[in-house]
């Protein structure tokens, strides 16, 4: 990744009557400052696209962008490029400053054609049916493929994957999968439940169906969630705290940062038993197995040998 903290990009940006900002689309972007002769061409280029679309009341304008990655989001335009530059692999999650990019996302009325005021969709509901135009959502963030194809990767169902969304090459996200933004994968991984916001799974390891991976968002935390590589979070599994490399938590088994996890393999206790900590305190460690004792109920873990999961080459390739 790049050491350079400035990205710029050029493109068109959406605007409704009333002067709202809707979204910035950037098919030229990069770090530091574009040459000047290759950043007239691009303006050249995509200024000539510029138009008019009466039947969503806005209009597309040329946009040119340069944003500091460690300053705070100031403008539209500034956080659909940096939402570009993480999904366009420029960036990795948790590596740019992402703050104040709610306030600077208006809540648009998502169709098939684009972006538009959600009081002007109710307005002019006709005229987009005559047109075939269908309202496909209502939300501050659209989807990753209406802005970015990212190469080398499979995704089922567009409306599951977020712009802002990482997806290395080698990825597939299954039609239950969903990546936020500001989240998403370092390599070839198979990707069948959530990946909140945040959230970073490393090359090789799977999300298995229903899965889900705790975010920084809904519980006001400041820890980050991570997986690392050939690990296996089990089928509506779930977790809240961060796995190493090769590890596996049973389908089912939900582990939170709280939670009592007795250590299987550990040193008995005076009592006989065997020892429990809560499981922030494996937070990260590699080669862990997780799974419930089916008698006592407990959940237990302990150190395992070799390597985790291994993906099906000829899917992810």
């Known amino acids: 990744m790049s050491t350079e903290r400035t990205v710029w990009g050029i493109g068109l940006s959406t605007i409704a009557a009333d002067g709202t900002v809707l979204d910035a689309w950037y098919p030229e972007l990069g770090f530091g400052e574009p040459d000047a002769g290759d950043a007239a061409t691009a303006a050249d280029t995509w200024g000539a696209l510029?138009?008019?679309?009466?039947?969503?009341?806005?209009?597309?304008?040329?946009?040119?962008?340069?944003?500091?990655?460690?300053?705070?989001?100031?403008?539209?335009?500034?956080?659909?490029?940096?939402?570009?530059?993480?999904?366009?692999?420029?960036v990795r999650p948790n590596e740019l400053n992402l703050d104040g990019i709610f306030g600077h996302l208006p809540n648009n009325a998502w169709t098939s054609a684009g972006p538009m005021l959600p009081a002007e969709a109710e307005r002019l509901r006709p005229l987009l049916q005559s047109h075939g135009l269908q309202v496909q959502g209502l939300d501050k963030f659209p989807r990753l493929t209406d802005y970015v194809l990212p190469e080398g990767v499979r995704i089922a169902d567009a409306s599951r994957v977020r712009l802002g969304a990482?997806?290395?090459?080698?990825?597939?996200?299954?039609?239950?999968?969903?990546?936020?933004?500001?989240?998403?994968?370092?390599?070839?991984?198979m990707v069948e439940g959530r990946i909140s916001q945040g959230v970073v799974v490393g090359a090789n390891s799977d999300i298995g169906a229903g899965a889900s991976i705790m975010g920084t968002l809904s519980g006001g935390g400041t820890v980050r969630v991570s997986i690392g590589e050939r690990s296996l979070l089990g089928a509506n599994a779930g977790i809240g705290i961060a796995l190493g490399d090769d590890c596996i938590v049973e389908a089912g088994l939900y582990v939170?940062?709280?939670?009592?996890?007795?250590?299987?393999?550990?040193?008995?206790?005076?009592?006989?038993?065997?020892?429990?900590?809560?499981?922030?305190?494996?937070?990260?460690?590699?080669?862990?197995?997780?799974?419930?004792?089916?008698?006592?109920?407990?959940?237990?873990?302990?150190?395992r040998a070799g390597v985790g999961v291994t993906l099906n080459e000829a899917l992810h390739a």
């Not at 806005?58 to 570009?84: I, M």
């Not at 990482?166 to 991984?189: C, D, I, K, Q, R």
Request: aromatic fraction near 4%; proline fraction near 4%; charge should be neutral.
């Open 50 to 90: 510029a138009d008019i679309d009466e039947r969503r009341a806005v209009r597309t304008e040329l946009v040119q962008t340069s944003v500091d990655l460690d300053a705070a989001v100031a403008s539209t335009a500034d956080a659909y490029l940096r939402l570009q530059a993480l999904s366009r692999l420029l």
């Open 256 to 303: 939170t940062a709280g939670s009592k996890v007795v250590l299987a393999d550990g040193p008995n206790t005076a009592d006989g038993g065997k020892p429990t900590v809560k499981a922030a305190e494996l937070s990260g460690r590699n080669g862990i197995l997780f799974w419930r004792n089916s008698v006592t109920g407990a959940i237990e873990a302990k150190q």
């Open 166 to 189: 990482h997806l290395s090459p080698g990825t597939t996200v299954m039609h239950e999968g969903f990546v936020n933004f500001n989240a998403g994968t370092l390599g070839p991984v």
